[in-house]
């Protein structure tokens, strides 16, 4: 149990960490756009999406929205941030128990740079492979159904990341261009798309959008997996002892 | 514990096996739950956090 436990306290405080940075980062770039998306979300009426303006007044806005009215949100401004801040830390948690398993399974990271180069694998599983085909979204921009997107999503990933660990850990030719079809497949098959792409979200304001979500991530990535490698190196406690008591026990 | 110590003596990975896959298992689960999630209540709390970690949202 000590291993379970060593891990879970490693991503415990490298999530906590680095989602917080992350939180920062996003309340200086893509939250204010998320933000301005929503105005014309709601001024253009757009039948995607939903509103955070609208509940407080409580109108419900005529054909705005197919989600249910009356589900509770966040209040705006601090409520709001506190919410986002738990999410991202708690993904990044998640993440990182996930990427800290997988690294162990491959032999453990080897300090803060080791754990770097998982977290850029782990960038380029979950941020930009799923971005080829489903770049990040707006609020109030056309998307397709919600439940095909995200099984494109998950299966991109699955994909990409067992693609980069046979291109990392195996040396034949056979799983080298196994990896590459494992990476290149989920993008021929494609990802669900909208019907139509129009949207009252200026492209502007998209393009910046799209650019602040990558950097971010990046950054994200590169602090957990670089912290996640350093605070593994410093917690082992009991994983050598146990492993060498049970060896003495059969050793007898 | 005569189990735990056969199932050492085969080596160290197999006593691995359960802790990692229970750790990846949880790790999962906290991402879908955050991202993921259909809930309304949830999504409405994680809205921002789900977009600008490029989840399937809406």
């Known amino acids: ?252 | 514990m005569a189990t735990k110590t056969a199932s050492t003596a085969v080596g160290i990975s197999s006593s691995k096996i359960i802790p990692l896959s229970m750790t990846a298992l949880l790790g999962l689960f906290v991402v879908g739950f955050v991202g993921f999630s259909h809930m309304e209540v949830v999504h409405n709390a994680a809205h921002d956090s789900r977009h600008s970690f490029a989840f399937p949202c809406h």
Request: hydrophobic content about 50%; proline content about 6%.
């Open chain 1, 1 to 252: 149990m000590s291993l379970f436990r060593n891990i879970v306290f490693t991503a415990v405080i490298a999530g906590l960490l680095s989602g917080l940075l992350l939180t920062i980062m996003q309340s200086f770039s893509t939250v204010p756009l998320i933000l301005q998306a929503e105005t014309y979300e709601n001024a253009g009426g757009e039948e995607a999406g939903h509103s955070h303006e609208a509940a407080p007044a409580g109108a419900v806005a005529p054909a705005a929205d197919h989600h249910d009215e009356e589900a509770w949100m966040p209040a705006d401004g601090f409520e709001r941030f506190i919410y986002t801040a738990a999410a991202d830390m708690l993904a990044a948690i998640g993440f990182g128990l996930v990427l800290i398993a997988v690294s162990e399974a491959l032999g453990g990271l080897k300090g803060w740079r080791g754990g770097l180069m998982f977290g850029i694998a782990g960038f380029l599983t979950v941020s930009l492979a799923p971005g080829l085909g489903l770049p990040p979204e707006l609020p109030g921009m056309p998307a397709a159904e919600l439940g095909p997107r995200q099984i494109w999503w998950i299966s991109t990933a699955v994909c990409t990341a067992t693609g980069l660990g046979l291109l990392a850990y195996t040396r034949s030719a056979v799983f080298a261009a196994l990896a590459i079809v494992l990476l290149i497949a989920p993008h021929i098959v494609g990802a669900p798309l909208p019907p139509s792409h129009e949207t009252a979200v200026p492209p502007a304001l998209y393009a910046r959008f799209v650019n602040a979500v990558y950097a971010t991530n990046l950054v994200f990535w590169a602090v957990l997996g670089a912290l996640t490698g350093m605070i593994r190196e410093r917690f082992r406690t009991g994983e050598e002892i146990a492993a060498r008591s049970d060896g003495e026990l059969v050793s007898r």
